[in-house]
């Protein structure tokens, strides 16, 4: 049985998808990459904006056709647009046999086997199974490497968002915050260690409230879990994402002052630089007080590489609003930044807030920003020139030749020449000697 695997979305849905393959291989499906060969389809879905649900929703229409010429074949979807539509996808789409929200994907086996069955009998019926229960336990489950890269990974310590910024689908789509247990999350980082995984990215909507569901008695704040992990023997480099502003902490800050491991980078997402569209955000910040979180961020950490989310074009965004972004940007310089034209994603609340701009402007900011942006993070790498760097090597680039490329702990991909082969994970001292807009290169300097 071969089984083929989409996934839209961020890097919780990779994690998903990575586990739902290894349930399936254990059941005996073999991973395919050709969409022609499947025996079963899982569309991993993303809500996160109207685009990425289009993506998903025209995917799975077009395995109608081959559902017509391969009856036996099954048809899941998974993922934020799965939990959210339910029964509606199932109407809009009858060749679907499945639809699982995230909280479901460790029942697949049986859910697949049960369709099998189903199959074999006169009538088979599609399933519906998108639970949120707030007391849902993430359950352990130790990864094994055999797709992917084998020497860095995710792992993920809780689930869901209960902030409900306005304009956001995450807490309709992935439910409230579930945090794992302490216990569970190490045992699987010192799984990954054992396995020769050298980097670790801890994984959550809001990592900076992780435990906020937790008893009070035994709580662990992220802090303190973030130390945990970095306290494993043989653990390399140690990466957080994504945090909420609001809820940074200072015991957070002091962890770039002593974690060695821990990478000097920092996603912070603004949104947006105007008080007037963070409130109706709903974001429970303010720019003083984000770039005070910025100032204290770089006081304990000098050379921390810091990137960013905006979105422009926010219901009623105006000129002053957009320009109170522009000049964030400016005062921040930030290494990197994704940016995206505000997206109507009911039920957020934000829907039902007027909208007077067109999107004719709200494209030319979104250019502008970008723009902008462009020559900053050119400038931002240009400054790393004559630097000496640990790099962590990906692999050797795809033009071959002794071209290799590795990251730096500021998340930049750095190129550099060798005749030396590395596998990935190594590290590679380099001096940068150019810098661009989205990566750097560099000269192998010898240890
Ligand atoms: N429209 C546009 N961008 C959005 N994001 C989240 N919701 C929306 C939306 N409705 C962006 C935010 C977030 C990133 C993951 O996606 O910037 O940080
Ligand atoms: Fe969405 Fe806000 Fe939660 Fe991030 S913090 S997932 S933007 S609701």
Redesign the pocket.
Known sequence: MNLYIETFG?QMNDRDSEIMVQLLEQAGYLLCQDIANADAIIVNTCS???KAEQKAYSLLGSLRRIKENHPTLIIAATGCVAQQEGKKMLSRMGHIDLVIGPQGIYDLPRLFADIRQSQSATSSASQVITPQDSQFHIPPFLPDLKHGNGHKRFVTIMQGCNNF?T????PFARGREVSRSKEDIVAEASHLIDLGVKEITLLGQNVNSYGNDQDPEQRTTFAELLRAVAALPGLVRLRFT?SNPKDLSPALMDCFKDLPNLCHHFHL?L?SGSDTILSRMNRKYDRAGYLNLVKGLRQACPDLAITT???VGFPDESDDNFQDTMDLMEEVRYNAA????????PP?R?CDFPDTISLEVKKQRLAIFQQRQKEISLERNQEYIGQIMELMVEGESKSGHGQWSGRAQYNQIVNFNSTTTYTPGDLVQVKITEGLQNSLRGELVES
Do not use: K, L
């Open positions: 961020c996160i904006r109207g910024c304009y956001c689908i995450v994504t997402p949104q989310d905006i979105i994704f940016s995206f034209i505000y997206s109507n994603r957020a934000s």
